[in-house]
């Protein structure tokens, strides 16, 4: 592991960034928000995460088109995307991973598998 791995927490509702980036702090990860798609993209780039976890309902940009964007950007070639959204249909699970996400996730989710997800693709990429 690097000096210390970089997620991206890219998600409309504010309960669940501060949820998440808590849970996710604890296991000694760098963690940044963004509350919206445009932002997520912003802080992809700024930041080049390793990981980013993405909601896909949003205002404005949606998930799929973040990932999609993230996918064409060379510098973030290295980044795994983890959809974790309330979007649970298999047409959702299909655009997910057409649009370049690695891991889908459908809310309500466990903390401790969503833990686990993470510490899977830090240590088997």
């Known amino acids: 592991m690097k000096e210390q791995n970089t997620i991206l927490l890219v998600d409309d509702e504010p309960n669940i960034l501060l949820a998440l980036e808590f849970i996710i702090k604890q296991k000694g990860f760098k963690v940044v928000t963004a509350a919206n798609g445009s932002e997520g993209i912003q802080m992809a780039r700024q930041h080049l995460p390793d990981l980013v976890i993405l909601d896909v309902m949003m205002p404005g940009l949606d998930g799929f088109a973040v990932a999609k964007t993230i996918r064409q950007d060379k510098r973030l070639n290295h980044t795994t995307i983890v959809f974790l959204t309330a979007k649970g249909t298999n047409q959702d699970f299909a655009q997910g991973y ?9 809310k309500p989710f466990d903390n401790q598998e969503l833990l686990n997800i993470i510490s899977e693709v830090f240590e088997f990429g």
């Open 98 to 106: 057409a649009s370049g996400g690695e891991i889908y996730l459908t």
